[in-house]
């Protein structure tokens, strides 16, 4: 089941379900009917996974970020980056810095090299305010410390999340997430190309199909024309416009696919030896750290690469130098130049277009995807004049050829992919509305006959989906090994790691499991003075099983009560209870420590006369001690006088007391009865009225 709601804030999500199973929620905070800014948020079953986290090409500050403003950053669990392009991976720094995340993030070994590179370079070349400055590159030297990487088909279990990429196609290092939360498997796949070109591979098919697919559809329903025309196109366009005199701007980010035409135009001067003496440069301050990235990951390319490396590194170029700045570039004669970045914003590519556009024998070759909002979306339409960087307008003359490279899929890649994953849900991402739309209705015609729901959420609409998970345990080891008949108990240890559960011999807890076993014994010493018989017969009363013997070690006498606890009489004063701690055991014994106490409680008290004697004095004493010192605090100056009298002098009148009957002597009747109140009152606190007999 499957349904779409209506933007709301993801951090109150406290309703209870009220329809069957768990639900899983999908909301796309970029990349919701746009391209750019991709950003996607999972949560099921108490788990959340954001998959990457970029910024829009077409906005800058704050507006430019995904809409993190709707989700808690501090629930996130794991946050997956496909790539290291900007729209994917440029907000990093900040939701990691700038925000409550504290979650783990991971990507691959060559994005995570190449993104220091770019988003260094991308706050460089960045025209706007400090304040609307999102990350400075202090941001991106912290983020690269809590950036963990992970092979290809390497599995990584987090807290009951187990997730895995294959190869993507598209860039070096680009991947696709499946997810696994309890069994639901959700396939992200991130910007991904099928078809192998110059220097990538194709992007894998993975084994079994998702639950879910959340799949780019940036072409829409275009069909990509065949390489070796749009090789052909992008060559000819070069060399007529070369030919006449003209210079020609290849605007493309500094990595990705400026590598691949890279490769082309190099192949294309080495065949031509009449343009050797016309320069080709590589624009941007990158060039040199990013070549030799890609040397680097040679072994990570096709076989077509790794064979050519084996002689000589096809990422050396013979014919194409790199140009770091503006200032270093000698505009004298026909050239061609890539430079980035892609769109046109700023940058090299907007500083050569400036000092280009008017003339007509010039020509900008576009060669990948245009994103709304940028310049080079603009210029497609071929508008008869531009907007200059210092707020000037000039006439646009100089050729525009849109010719894409672009390394993602087109609808025939996109339709036999699925076909071939036949996943029972697709989530439509990273594409504009109208293409989106357009290709969704195509695959629903694709799809006919089956159950395949097609979903194309906004930006901050939830996709929303139930899934029945029933809690099954796998009996192992020595449990296994028996099938249980119909309505017998299976006993055993019950393992719960994520969301697994399995069923073993505490014996075989140290095989599968990390955890092992151990046996607790325990001793309690109760005082008791009666006969141990007693005690056997008060327990025989209670168990079946009350078993006398005597210890071998001490010879003393014991009982087995329950075949689980044993009561030893160490002395004349004790007994100790000994057992091995389970549930059972412990009641076992709290009942017969109960039992013992009682016992002890019944026994009359016998004590020898001689001490009770001695005992009495000793009270008496202290008691007289105790009415003494009272006597003190209250009248201050108290004498022991004549026959065992008290003395008890205030201001000049005198009195004595008789401590044994009580009687008090004095001239002054109101001091007697103060005295004689007072030490009646002392007496029944100190001598209390004993219990009765009865």
């Not at 029933?470 to 449990?479: D, F, H, P, T």
Request: aromatic letters at 8%; glycine letters at 6%; hydrophobic letters at 40%.
């Amino acid at each position: 089941m499957a349904s779409t709601v209506q933007p709301s804030s993801l951090k109150r999500r406290d309703a209870p379900l009220t329809r069957e199973g768990d639900q899983l929620i999908i909301t796309p905070l970029g990349a919701g009917n746009e391209v750019g800014r991709s950003c996607v948020y999972m949560s099921y079953k108490g788990k959340t996974v954001l998959f990457d986290c970029g910024i829009h090409p077409g906005y800058s500050g704050m507006a430019a970020l995904p809409y993190f403003d709707e989700i808690d950053p501090s629930t996130i669990d794991v946050l997956l980056i496909t790539h290291f392009h900007l729209d994917h991976a440029a907000s990093l720094p900040y939701f990691l810095e700038k925000t409550t995340f504290r979650g783990r993030v991971f990507m691959t070994h060559a994005t995570k090299a190449i993104y220091k590179l770019i988003l260094t370079d991308y706050v460089k070349v960045s025209k706007v305010s400090v304040e609307d400055m999102l990350f400075d590159e202090q941001d991106i030297n912290r983020s690269m410390d809590k950036i963990e990487v992970i092979d290809f088909h390497q599995t990584v279990e987090l807290n009951g999340i187990k997730f895995w990429c294959y190869t993507a196609g598209h860039v070096l290092g680009a991947a696709m997430f499946m997810v696994d939360i309890a069994g639901v498997r959700v396939l992200y796949t991130g910007d991904y190309s099928r078809e192998e070109d110059r220097h990538l591979r194709a992007a894998e098919l993975p084994q079994f199909s998702p639950d879910i697919c959340v799949i780019e559809s940036t072409y829409g329903v275009q069909l990509h024309q065949p390489r070796h025309i749009r090789e052909k196109r992008f060559t000819d366009v070069i060399h007529s416009t070369i030919s006449q005199g003209g210079r020609v701007l290849i605007p493309a980010f500094a990595l990705g696919r400026a590598q691949e035409l890279l490769l082309i135009l190099d192949e294309y001067w080495s065949n031509h030896p009449e343009f050797h003496n016309i320069p080709i440069y590589y624009a941007s301050p990158l060039a040199k750290k990013c070549m030799a990235v890609y040397q680097t990951y040679i072994l990570s390319m096709n076989e077509r690469i790794r064979n050519q490396f084996a002689n000589s590194n096809p990422f050396k170029f013979k014919h194409i130098s790199p140009l770091n700045s503006i200032e270093d570039f000698s505009d004298v004669g026909p050239s061609v130049v890539m430079a980035s970045p892609g769109g046109l914003q700023s940058g090299l590519s907007r500083q050569l277009f400036d000092m280009w556009c008017s003339d007509k024998k010039n020509a900008c070759l576009l060669p990948g995807y245009v994103v709304e909002g940028t310049l080079a979306k603009t210029i497609i339409n071929e508008p008869k004049e531009v907007t200059l960087m210092n707020g000037l307008t000039a006439p646009l003359n100089m050729q525009i050829h849109y010719i894409s490279f672009s390394a993602h899929a087109d609808y025939a890649q996109t339709s036999t992919f699925l076909k071939e994953l036949m996943p029972p849900n697709i989530i439509l991402v990273h594409g504009e509305a109208n293409e989106m739309g357009r290709l969704k209705q195509k695959l629903i015609t694709e799809f006919t006959g089956g159950n395949t729901k097609i979903i194309t959420p906004k930006n901050c609409q939830s996709v929303e989906m139930y899934f029945n998970s029933e809690k099954m345990a796998k009996a192992i080891g020595r449990l296994a090994e028996k099938t249980p008949d119909v309505g017998e108990t299976v006993s055993g240890v019950l393992v719960k790691k994520g969301f697994t559960y399995q069923i073993m011999a505490p014996d075989d807890l140290h095989v599968f499991s990390q955890l092992s076993t151990a046996n607790i014994t325990q001793r309690i010493t109760i005082p008791f003075t009666g006969a141990f018989g007693v005690i056997k017969h008060r327990l025989e009363q209670i168990y079946e099983s009350v078993e006398s013997s005597t210890d071998e070690e001490s010879g003393v006498p014991t009982l087995r009560v329950h075949d689980r606890v044993t009561v030893k009489q160490d002395s004349d004063k004790h007994i100790s209870l000994h057992w091995t701690s389970d549930p059972i055991s412990d009641m076992v014994s709290d009942s017969i420590v109960a039992l013992v106490l009682n016992i002890s409680r019944e026994i009359p008290k016998v004590v020898v006369e001689s001490e009770a004697v001695k005992t009495e004095e000793e009270n008496g004493k202290k008691a007289e001690k105790v009415i003494h010192a009272l006597l003190v605090s209250l009248f201050g100056d108290v004498k022991l006088g004549e026959n065992g009298k008290l003395m008890i002098s205030v201001d000049g009148n005198v009195a004595h007391l008789d401590k044994q009957t009580g009687d008090v002597e004095s001239e002054n009747e109101g001091l007697k009865e103060r005295i004689k109140t007072a030490f009646r009152r002392i007496q029944s606190a100190v001598k209390p009225i004993p219990l009765s007999a009865s």
